[in-house]
């Protein structure tokens, strides 16, 4: 049987069409060159090194669908503190070649361990007057600054050799190491008084005085017998003259009361050093020539222990200065010669008619100033000064009183001399008001807006302000100084206090405030002391009446802005070195160009540590703080 194969093999190939096929060629070859076009066109357009396309064509592309994420914020430690905020050139400009130095700053010989340039016992015998008048032979112990750039030492002030780290408060109040203040000479006049005793390395501070050997707390407790506002809070703000080593403000601080403790750089070595090491208020000063450096009005009570004042001499022109800082209302308390003079002018070595025709002379000019004697027991006097002047003008002419002052200065207090003249009160309405208005019992009084406000034209509601921006401020500094509200510092200074709002939000700690007001800026430092808090006027561009190492914390708020044009900011570094504590703190707050220039003057103090912050206010905001640490090393 035959086999049938397939026909389709038997057929012969089919014919393609030509055109058919030039058709699917073409389609092929179109397709891979618009492939081609996209590929080479998407890769021009995303290409780093192409130009960028016209507007035109910007129109036709599409915008992403998720735009690119925001670059990362900078790391915390890469701050950008670079100025960004700058001042005019006028005040740039007044930069002095030690200003831009990059040479650490020397120490001062060994000598300089206790300097304290306008209170220099080698400048004071350039004004010793031994022949002259009462005032005349005291002055020499009042401020006498270096007359020229030249006589400042360009120098740190050292510390002594094995100076330790001061007591914390309240420890410090009873002992200090004496290597911090080596000076052995009331431990050895003052020795039968119990002003301070030398126990091996320690100083130890019984709380004896020239007018309570025996202990301040029973002499204190018998002046609270006798003025019972001692322990309601009528008596905050007090003035002790002649203070020895302030055992008499030491025990006040038990009945709230903040004592500003003055006396001279004299015999009695070293007592305001030993006061501010104990922890507590104190500043060199006499009455002589010039006025205290303190506002008229001031003062709740102010205080004289046998401070061998002549309160009588030259028409009474001392107690007419503490007249004057005294409030409408304020006690004078005075104990010591010639008070008692009966029982103790043989104690004192005087004759007994010499210190009865004293006391007369005393209670005649009392009387005159139109003070009352409200208390006298034992060994102590307590005169009250009027509330107002009201029924004293009538009498003055009948007492032969002084005249009273004129002019409106009567609350300057720098280099202003004093004059032998009642400093007039505020005029009232009725006799039984108070002049100037009544102060609150502390501690009301410290966030009640003063009477004094008006005056200084500030009204409550700018005082109330002040008060919160302060407690914002001070909230930031605990944030970056811990140690700030941890009881590590006691004494601090405020260079420029403004009316008290830094030192009233720290009141809650253990510390106490020396509040400075630059005698050319304004008057606010009375505000301060109606506050109950206390304070001074200070020209920056001079040396502080203090000791070195003897403040914990210095706050500087626009200090060197206010100085720029006026003193170097070398010099008040170097103040600023002299009087803090080789461990203590530092904050600036100023102008981010100022802080900036600072910080390259401080970078040259090798123990000094300087850290730039942003304020409470911010990044963007021009105000700026730098926090320094100091240390031992």
């Known amino acids: 049987m035959a086999t049938v194969e397939n026909p389709a093999a038997a057929l012969p190939p089919a014919i393609t069409n030509p055109l ?38 910007q129109l036709l592309l599409c915008p992403p669908i998720f735009p690119p994420p925001p670059p990362p914020p900078p790391p915390p430690e890469s701050l950008d503190f670079q100025p960004h905020h700058f001042l005019t050139s006028s005040l740039i400009s007044n930069s002095t070649s030690s200003s831009i130095n990059s040479l650490p700053i020397p120490l001062c010989s060994a000598n300089f361990t206790d300097f304290v340039p306008c209170h220099d016992p080698s400048r004071e015998k350039l004004f010793f007057s031994p022949l002259g008048t009462t005032q005349l032979a005291f002055f020499h112990r009042e401020r006498h600054c270096p007359a020229s750039e030249g006589e400042k030492p360009r120098c740190l002030v050292p510390r002594p050799r094995g100076y330790k780290s001061p007591f914390p408060w309240p420890k410090s109040k009873g002992f200090a190491w004496f290597r911090n203040v080596p000076s052995k000479k009331l431990t050895v006049t003052k020795k039968s008084q119990n002003w301070v005793r030398l ?38 703000t007090a003035l002790d003259i002649g203070c020895g080593v302030a055992s008499f403000a030491a025990f006040l601080m038990d009945y709230n009361v903040l004592t500003m403790s003055v006396a001279p750089r004299d015999i009695h070595e070293a007592q305001v050093q030993f006061a501010l ?12 020539v010039h006025r205290l450096p303190f506002p008229s009005r001031s003062f709740d009570m102010a205080h004289c222990s046998r401070c061998l004042v002549p309160w009588t001499n030259n028409d009474g022109l001392y107690l ?15 104990s010591g010669p010639p008070i008692n003079w009966k029982l103790n002018y043989k104690g004192w070595e005087r004759p007994a008619m010499d210190l009865e025709q004293e006391q007369k002379a005393l209670e005649d000019l009392a009387r005159r100033l139109c003070w009352k ?31 009273m002052c004129t002019g409106s200065d009567l609350d300057a207090g720098w ?27 502390w501690p009301k009084r410290l966030n009640v807006a003063p009477p004094r406000l008006k005056s200084e034209g500030i009204s409550v509601k700018e005082f109330n302000e002040d008060n919160l921006v302060w407690r914002k401020r001070v909230a930031h500094y605990g944030v970056i100084l811990k140690p700030f509200t941890q009881g590590k ?79 170097d900011m070398v010099d008040i570094v170097l103040e600023m070195y002299r009087i803090l504590r080789p461990e203590g703190a ?14 390259a003057i401080t970078d040259r103090i090798r123990s000094w540590a300087g850290t730039m912050y942003h304020s409470e206010n911010g990044p963007f905001h021009s105000q700026k703080v730098l926090l320094i640490h100091g240390s031992l090393s």
């Open 20 to 57: 058919k096929t030039s058709s699917k060629l073409k389609l092929s070859f179109f397709s891979i060159l618009l492939f081609s076009l996209s590929y080479f066109l998407g890769s021009t357009l995303h290409s780093p090194s192409s130009s960028p396309p016209r507007q035109q064509n």
């Open 415 to 441: 280099y202003r001399k004093m004059e032998a003249c009642i400093t007039p009160l505020p005029p009232v309405s009725d006799v039984h008001h108070v002049s100037g208005g009544t102060l609150q019992n």
């Open 199 to 236: 126990e091996g390395e320690l100083l130890v501070f019984p709380g004896g005085g020239t007018s309570f050997p025996k202990g301040v707390k029973g002499y204190v407790e018998e002046i609270r017998r006798l003025l019972p506002e001692l322990k309601n809070g009528a008596i905050r």
């Open 586 to 599: 530092v904050i600036v707050r100023d102008h981010v160009d100022v802080i900036a220039k600072l910080k």
């Open 277 to 288: 090491e104990r922890g507590l208020p104190a500043m060199l000063g006499i009455l002589s």
């Open 489 to 567: 510092y006691r004494n601090i200074m405020d260079m420029n206090a403004g009316i008290g709002g830094f030192a009233a939000a720290l009141i809650k700690l253990p510390v106490w405030v020396m509040n400075v007001v630059p005698p050319d800026t304004n008057s606010n430092l009375s505000i301060v002391y109606q506050r109950g808090l206390i304070g001074t006027y200070m020209n920056w561009c001079e040396a502080f009446s203090t000791y070195p190492r003897t403040y914990d914390l210095i706050h500087a708020n626009g200090v060197f802005s206010i100085y720029m044009n006026k003193c």
């Open 373 to 403: 004697k409200v208390a006298e027991r034992g060994n102590i006097a307590v005169w009250r000064k009027p509330t107002n002047h009201a029924h004293c003008m009538i009498k003055s002419r009948a007492w032969k009183s002084p005249h």
């Open 320 to 334: 007419l200065e503490i007249d004057r800082v005294l409030r409408p209302g304020g006690y004078w308390v005075l």
